[in-house]
């Protein structure tokens, strides 16, 4: 009877199959240590390549805007006269910093209109859509500098077939690249030319957007604008996000065409050894970044340079960072 009762007392015993065995504290290290390592494995291209390409440039450029140094001898500390040069003296810092901002303002809003209108009218046609879109993707394909050899003699005021076919038709044509007020706007049509990448982005999120939305919008008794408010545009809002971001940026490097069409347009011939000034005419198409080039490999000041290249780069980030807020920016609390 006693051991009947110790039996009924017993607890009863827990099945093997249930029983696990919680690992040690070392074990957790070492299996989060193999984690980590397999992470940084992933992730090592890209670390290397941030770090050779833009961590290291960066914080060398920092260096520089501390130094004298003109690439001949050994940089020398001067602290923020670079700084204090280049805000308050540089007399071109002014007009380049205005022309970039004005490119960034005009030419990628009227981009991004211009590319989503282009869209918007491929997508609606029925018959011959192949051929539009090779012909407004074509120009894209073509090198920046041909490009823009190609637009300035179009354009050009004295023997342009652009100008003599707007003097047949009894209109007075502007100089084009060869006047200060016209200069700017002659770049952001060369920009609109070759609109073909972001006519082709626009396009493939236009036709995303579900066709049974269009349905129930039309049931309702919406319109064409209506349609486009709240059906097209909610749903296209984050590609647009990425067009104005991507263009942004790229427009705070614009280079090549500027400086391309300023020496065409002046006459200079470029020849082995030869400096030119960019900005042509009266500097009205000098940016930052040419400005950056003519300081830094020009005059060889390259603390100068790298201030510039700093303040270009903050302000490229300050804007980028503004249009990537929620409700700031072009995307909704929601996305």
Request: without cysteine.
């Amino acid at each position: 009877m006693a051991i009947s009762n110790a039996a009924a007392a017993a607890p009863p015993a827990t099945p093997a199959s249930t029983f696990t065995a919680e690992p040690k504290a070392p074990e957790l290290r070492r299996k989060h240590n193999r984690d980590r390592l397999r992470t940084i494995g992933f992730l090592s291209p890209w670390l290397v390549g941030f770090t050779v390409f833009f961590g290291y440039p960066l914080i060398a450029t920092v260096y520089f805007s501390f130094m004298h140094y003109n690439q001949i001898q050994e940089p020398t500390f001067v602290g923020l006269r670079n700084w204090k040069y280049v805000l308050t003296q540089m007399p071109l810092f002014g007009p380049a910093l205005w022309n970039t901002l004005w490119l960034v303002v005009v030419m990628v809003g009227l981009r991004v209109v211009f590319g989503l209108g282009i869209g918007l009218l491929i997508t609606k046609i029925k018959t011959g859509v192949g051929f539009f879109r090779t012909a407004f993707y074509i120009p894209y394909l073509a090198p920046p500098v041909a490009a823009t050899v190609a637009f300035v003699f179009l354009l050009n005021p004295g023997s342009g077939p652009v100008n003599e076919l707007l003097s047949s038709v009894g209109v007075s044509a502007p100089n084009w690249f060869n006047d200060p007020n016209w200069a700017k706007p002659s770049l952001v049509m060369l920009s609109l030319w070759g609109i073909g990448d972001l006519m082709v982005i626009f396009m493939a999120a236009l036709l995303d957007v579900p066709k049974e939305q269009y349905e129930a919008a039309e049931l309702d008794g919406a319109g064409v604008f209506t349609k486009f408010r709240y059906v097209t545009w909610p749903a296209i809002t984050p590609i647009v996000m990425f067009a104005v971001v991507t263009g942004v940026v790229q427009t705070m490097q614009y280079y090549t065409q500027a400086l391309v069409a300023g020496k065409l347009a002046s006459g200079v011939s470029i020849g082995p050894g030869s400096v030119i000034q960019p900005g042509y005419p009266d500097h009205s198409t000098l940016t930052v970044p040419q400005l950056v080039y003519s300081i830094g490999f020009q005059n060889f000041n390259t603390g100068a340079a790298s201030v510039l290249s700093l303040v270009l780069f903050v302000i490229a980030m300050a804007v980028t960072t503004l249009l990537m807020r929620k409700r700031a920016g072009l995307l909704s609390a929601e996305d």
